[in-house]
């Protein structure tokens, strides 16, 4: 099955964390959950910003320099979400192309893109690992795959 929306290739309700959780909270997330992006949103479900693999790692790593590994935990709690979060990022709605989010993904290279709706509510995610599995399959479903 292919899929001309985003609606069709993005993973729905995706993991999220509030602006008051701490990177304790988001690394155990990535950790145990195996995912390299999480949407932060405001109370009422709204997205706020973006904490990616890279940042977490950038600031555990300075924490871990700066305090050692003995205090990471204690330090981590200390440290609040809002205040890592990327705000500058872009979204897209799930009624829009596949072709046009693509071509996006390859222009800026990022790894994943918000999904949402209207009211600026998260309804998914779409990353570039998507787009890998969906090539895979599309190669797979050749007479030569």
Known sequence: ???STVAGLMTADPLCVKRTATLKDAHD???QKNVRHIPVIDDTGVLVGM???KIMIAKVMGLMAQYG???LER???QQLVSELMA???AAVSADQSLVEVADFFVSNRHGCLPVVDTDNKIIGILTS???VRLAARLLKSQPWG
């Open 1 to 3: 099955m292919t899929a």
């Open 29 to 31: 997330i990535m950790r």
């Open 51 to 53: 904490l990616t693999q």
């Open 69 to 71: 590994a003995v205090a």
């Open 75 to 77: 330090k981590e709690k």
């Open 87 to 89: 705000t500058d990022f």
């Open 129 to 131: 690992s998507d787009f």
